[in-house]
């Protein structure tokens, strides 16, 4: 059966995209199936795969977390059905039942799927959930169904047992979906992998580091405003890696340096006891600065001397 996934919130908020049975690939890649731009969702973020009466998702490149549910961590994979709710990378997306392909199908089982889903308070959630529901995960606040359900059919359908649907098992569906890291070589190449992903991501291509076992060591001269992406990828490692030490005794903070304004237009220069010059229709003297930055450092005879910070200009006036 396919399914419809919505996204509720962020950039994209309102967006559909039906899914067939299948692999499907959600991130920020352009190869990705479905593509999304929001600042938290990273390249291949999750794998839907759908097939049968539900579907598995892989929290492939970063852990997720199912509404009124347990986190699902990096690399691990849930069996659920539909309708359910995760939030990934800070953005809530929604699974929806979809509807078969006629094309596919044939008149009689889509006829039974459109039954099926115009009666789905009984055929899906019961109207008393104390007598025949546990909450094994749930969506909008509605129990999954473990009590027998009614069957929903068409008229020509033969008559068949009905089937229950697949709880959200979390305690005993949530498996690791990659073999664990063999060694301390794939470790440290995984690592080196994701730091330079996440270094990419805050923007940092000055910094510069090493690696060395349960260290890394950071060096170079950042901006203020690049400090503070520094600070916020340091205790994003700290998050994802308690046991490792980050050493960033060889960054440095540094300034920018402004930006040198053009030069302004000069009128007139008098070289008496007490000089000045006209500037942008204006009498300045030596020592004064302009609304822009620039000093007037000299004036002589035939000439003028700006300075901005540590930048001189001197300007003839023949």
């Not at 690399?75 to 997306?93: D, F, H, K, Q, Y």
């Not at 600070?231 to 005794?249: I, K, M, T, Y």
């Amino acid at each position: 059966m396919p399914a419809n996934l919505r996204i509720l919130d962020g950039l994209h908020a309102g967006a559909r995209a039906d899914l067939p049975p299948g692999s499907h690939m959600v991130g920020s890649a352009d190869g990705d199936d479905v593509v999304l731009l929001d600042d938290g969702i990273l390249p291949g973020h999750l794998r839907v795969v759908v097939a049968g009466d539900g579907m598995r998702i892989e929290a492939a490149g970063e852990a997720c977390t199912f509404e009124a549910g347990p986190q699902l961590p990096e690399g691990n994979v849930a069996s659920t059905t539909t309708p359910c709710v995760l939030e990934a990378g800070g953005i809530r997306i929604a699974f929806d039942p979809g509807m078969p392909d006629p094309r596919r199908t044939g008149p009689a089982l889509w006829l039974a799927a459109s039954l099926a889903a115009a009666t789905a308070i009984w055929t899906i959630f019961p109207t008393e959930p104390e007598a025949g529901c546990r909450m094994l995960g749930s969506c909008a606040g509605n129990p999954i169904e473990t009590a027998p359900r009614r069957e929903a059919r068409s008229l020509d359908a033969p008559k068949r047992a009905p089937i229950d649907p697949i709880p959200i098992l979390f305690d005993a569906a949530i498996a690791p979906a990659r073999p664990a890291p063999q060694g301390p070589a794939h470790a440290e190449a995984e690592l080196a992998s994701g730091l330079a992903q996440a270094i990419a991501r805050h923007d940092l291509n000055a910094l510069d580091y090493t690696l060395a076992p349960g260290l890394v060591r950071f060096s170079g001269e950042l901006g203020l405003e690049a400090m503070g992406r520094f600070r916020a990828l340091q205790r994003r490692l700290d998050e994802d890696h308690p046991g490792l030490v980050l050493d960033s005794s060889d960054v440095v903070a540094v300034a920018e340096r402004a930006k040198t304004p053009p030069l302004p237009r000069i009128s007139a220069l008098w070289h008496i006891k007490d000089p000045y010059a006209l500037i942008e229709g204006q009498r300045f003297t030596i020592g004064e600065t302009l609304a822009d930055g620039w000093v007037v450092e000299a004036i002589g005879a035939y000439d003028l001397t700006l300075r901005f910070d540590d930048h001189r200009v001197t300007v003839r006036m023949d």
